[in-house]
């Protein structure tokens, strides 16, 4: 079965500066989706990036950018410039490619903005 | 921008007590899911629906639960007996292939 690792509980970065949050998923399948979704107070499921598997050009969303790592199995998110808003829990995600199957979650990343 | 909406936002229920949740996906999709979250944990997967069926369902997804499309937007979540441990946030979301899954903004249910 396809799991999800997030190992960092809680993560903490400074206004303006960059911060990477890390994850590992297991699979044999070579077709599949990695997210991010960020999740703030009021519990809203935000995407923030997809990747997929076949592409190997890293995916990038203004400030937020992947380092996807295929062979070591790693899906980290980059975030530049931080923001205030950027405050939230940010779950890693996988789904299986040629279907559209359930969406596994990792356990999620606290992610707190200083000024 | 269209986008997944539940109702309500809120419920609070006696155990025992059947509840349904309601969610209007985005009108031109075709695949619906519901997740589930118990405070502090993650998000994990109930059900997926599919051309008026059930497509996959998860080991949570047990006789107490099930799910319906009443008509061509409602996606409801039926829990007939609710138990203490179904106090959860509940998610709604739908999706076309090969795109990603639109969460809806949830509904926070609260047996007690």
């Known amino acids: 079965a396809q799991t999800v690792t997030q190992s960092q509980p809680e993560m903490s970065v400074q206004e303006a500066e960059t911060v990477t949050l890390s994850c590992t998923y297991d699979?044999?399948?070579?077709?599949?989706?990695l997210f991010w979704y960020k999740q703030p107070p009021s519990r809203q499921m935000i995407l923030v990036i997809r990747q997929e598997a076949y592409k190997q050009q890293n995916a990038t969303e203004n400030r937020f950018s992947v380092n996807f790592q295929k062979a070591a199995k790693s899906f980290s998110l980059k975030i530049s410039d931080s923001q205030l808003g950027d405050a939230a829990m940010y779950f890693c995600?996988?789904?299986?490619?040629?279907?559209?199957?359930?969406?596994?979650f990792g356990k999620g990343t606290k992610l707190s903005v200083k000024p | 921008e269209p986008e997944v909406t539940q109702t309500p936002s809120h419920q609070v229920t006696q155990m025992g007590q059947e509840v349904i949740l309601r969610c209007v996906p985005i009108?031109?999709?075709?695949?619906f899911y519901w997740y589930r979250q118990i405070l502090g944990q993650k998000v994990e997967f109930l059900v997926s629906f599919y051309n008026n069926e059930i497509s996959e369902k998860s080991e949570i997804f047990d006789d107490q639960f099930s799910v319906e499309r009443p008509d061509g937007s409602n996606f409801t979540l039926k829990i007939r007996s609710t138990k203490l441990e179904d106090s959860a946030m509940y998610f709604c979301?739908?999706?076309?292939?090969?795109?990603?899954?639109?969460f809806g903004p949830g509904t926070r249910l609260t047996v007690l």
């Open positions: 979301a739908s999706s076309n292939f090969p795109s990603e899954q639109f």
């Open positions: 699979t044999s399948e070579s077709d599949y989706y």
């Open positions: 009108s031109n999709h075709l695949y």
């Open positions: 995600a996988y789904r299986q490619g040629g279907s559209q199957g359930n969406l596994i």
